[in-house]
Structure formats: structure tokens, C-alpha cells
């Protein structure tokens, strides 16, 4: 596993122990930082991301250019290879690790925003229970993603892009057996993101 570009790229990260964890792969966290590239959503943000694991996501958002990240984690066994990553990269100034679960300190977050980019790639299993929904629904309403946000959440394809409360779908991509959905606030007008779409096209 490695940075895929910015001023880190093809910098190794370490991976966790097991197989309780499932890191989004090179290939679709490329896809997934093309899109946000091209859509001016990386640069200067500060990302939010959840259910970390080795931290994948918010570390390739800094390395193209956001600007600080808030990494949320409960994995005893992966906090010590997420904290080691941080480290390896000499990012320990940009990127904040909260060792805790997720749903639990969700109510609290809205205290370290808004934030403009939020990554949720959690276990699958919980997506198909509605847990990430609740929680980002809770962070929307609390104020925690910034009016310009793009908010991802990384299913299994065979799943459908949960409808989340707060937030507005504004894309979906499949990528073999993963799903990226990705939600604006659901108040706004067409984003910054959906106009690069449409220049593009």
C-alpha cells in the first residue's frame, strides 16, 4: 500500500495485522482523488476521516494538499500502525489521531470543525445496519461538514447508496466489489464539485 500522488507519492504505508481491517485499494483511492482533484476539493481542506484504519485516505489528502486531518480509530490492534504512518511521513502536526469509536464520540466532532472533506470507509457489514448513515447524518446536523464539503462513503457494490439525512448524493462510482457514494450538504446549490463534472464533460 502506498501514497498514489502529491508530495508523498509512492511513499509505503504500513498495513494492519489481519484481516479485520480492509484498506481502500490504490487503484480506487486513485479514482477517488481524481475525482476530488478535479474538483478543487483537496487543497487547503481539513479532512475528517473515519473509521481510519492505517489512515489511507486522510494521508493521501495530505499529501495533495489538505490542509490537516482528524482521524478517528477504536482498533487496538491498528491505532499503533495508523500512529506509525502519521509518523513516518513526519505529519504529526497536520494529523490528529482520536482513538475512539466512532458513533460514540460522533455528537462531539462538530467541536474540531466544519470540516470540507469527511471519509467514512467502514466495515461493510455496518453500512448494511445503518450506522455511518446515523453518524454523518449527526455531523450534518451539527454543523460539522463546511458548506463546500463533499462527504464519501466507500460500500460494497452490491449495495445501493444509502439516502443519508443533511446530505444530497451528487455522485456514485463502482470499482469491482467497492462503491464510492458522495454526498454534499443537502442545502447547498450545485457544488464546486458538479461543476468541474460538467466543464469536464
Known amino acids: 500500500m502506498r501514497i498514489i500522488g502529491g508530495i508523498y507519492r509512492s511513499r509505503t504505508l504500513r498495513a494492519a495485522p489481519g484481516r479485520t481491517t480492509r484498506p481502500t485499494s490504490d487503484r480506487v483511492r486513485e479514482a477517488l482523488f481524481g475525482i476530488l482533484d478535479a474538483a478543487g476539493a483537496v487543497e487547503g481542506a481539513r479532512a475528517l476521516d473515519l473509521y481510519a484504519g492505517t489512515g489511507a485516505l486522510a494521508l493521501e489528502a495530505l499529501s495533495r494538499g489538505a490542509k490537516s486531518a482528524l482521524l478517528v480509530e477504536s482498533s487496538r490492534t491498528t491505532l499503533p500502525v495508523l500512529r506509525a504512518n502519521i509518523k513516518n511521513l513526519d505529519l504529526e502536526q497536520r494529523a490528529v489521531v482520536l482513538a475512539a469509536d466512532v458513533e460514540a464520540v460522533a455528537s462531539h466532532l462538530a467541536d474540531n470543525g ?59 462510482r463502482r470499482y469491482g466489489d467497492t462503491a464510492l457514494a458522495i454526498y454534499k450538504p443537502a442545502i447547498l446549490n450545485p457544488s464546486r464539485f458538479e461543476r468541474a463534472r460538467t466543464t469536464s464533460e
Open 114 to 172: 466544519p470540516f470540507d472533506l469527511v471519509f467514512a470507509d467502514p466495515p461493510w457489514t455496518l453500512v448494511d445496519d445503518g450506522a455511518p448513515s446515523r453518524v454523518l447524518a449527526e455531523l450534518a446536523g451539527a454543523g460539522a461538514v463546511s458548506a463546500r464539503a463533499l462527504v464519501i462513503l466507500e460500500h460494497a457494490a452490491r449495495s445501493s447508496p444509502p439516502q443519508i439525512a443533511g446530505l444530497a448524493l451528487a455522485d456514485a
